[in-house]
T-cell receptor, first 109, second 117 residues
Framework: QKEVEQNSGPLSVPEGAIASLNCTYS??????FFWYRQYSGKSPELIMS????GDKEDGRFTAQLNKASQYVSLLIRDSQPSDSATYLC?????????FGSGTKLNVKP | EADIYQTPRYLVIGTGKKITLECSQT?????MYWYQQDPGMELHLIHY???????EKGDLSSESTVSRIRTEHFPLTLESARPSHTSQYLC????????????????FGEGSRLTVL
């Protein structure tokens, strides 16, 4: 079983809609959780970090963490075509980071 | 914005050549990492370091080697490049979020895209 699981997509949403990206992880002692955005041919860019249960909002982005269910999600409100990218969920435990395979998001104009 | 730099950004070389990919960060981070990523594929950890004179192999076996003589510098070397080494190599660094084991955010460089002919 992989440490971090994501649906590979592609997830297609119309411009202005809410995009919902999900991630589950297997290690119960995981301590830190991250969402990265990666455009084709570019390196991953950190969007959000979340460390405790609940919601964390930053602009159009909201990360949600539920440690009991070992579940992390990212909501993107008012999706824009420029949000089209692959979104990587990452989980860290002590000094190691584990990445999901990413969900490809397409925002259609 | 993270200050982590990789050179060269693009490199095309012939089989058998020795190459070194440079990675430097100016954030004073103790932890540095090398990931390998093929187009459209997952990130694979190939090397990491927790500080000066500390290096460990990652989850994906790699013929490359690394060194950590200075905190800010974490170069990766291939003694004899082969076409199977063609890939994108991403360097990253992180710091402790606080005392103890909570891990801070991981920041990536722009990557080095290697093509071996």
């Amino acid at each position: 079983q992989k440490e971090v699981e994501q649906n590979s997509g592609p997830l297609s949403v119309p411009e202005g809609a809410i995009a919902s990206l999900n991630c589950t992880y297997s290690d119960r002692v995981s301590q830190s959780f991250f969402w990265y955005r990666q455009y084709s041919g570019k390196s991953p860019e950190l969007i959000m970090s979340i460390y405790s249960n609940g919601d964390k909002e930053d602009g159009r982005f909201t990360a949600q963490l539920n440690k009991a269910s070992q579940y992390v999600s990212l909501l993107i409100r008012d999706s824009q075509p420029s949000d089209s990218a692959t979104y990587l969920c990452a989980v860290s435990s002590f000094n190691k980071f584990y990445f999901g395979s990413g969900t490809k998001l397409n925002v259609k104009p | 914005e993270a200050d982590i730099y990789q050179t060269p950004r693009y490199l095309v070389i012939g089989t058998g050549k020795k190459i070194t990919l440079e990675c430097s960060q100016t954030m004073g981070h103790d932890k540095m990492y090398w990931y390998q990523q093929d187009p459209g594929m997952e990130l694979h950890l190939i090397h990491y370091s927790y500080g000066v004179n500390s290096t460990e192999k990652g989850d994906l076996s790699s013929e490359s080697t690394v060194s950590r003589i200075r905190t800010e510098h974490f170069p990766l070397t291939l003694e004899s490049a082969r076409p199977s080494h063609t890939s994108q190599y991403l360097c990253a660094s992180s710091e402790l979020r606080g005392r103890g084991s909570n891990t801070g955010e991981l920041f990536f460089g722009e990557g080095s895209r290697l093509t071996v002919l």
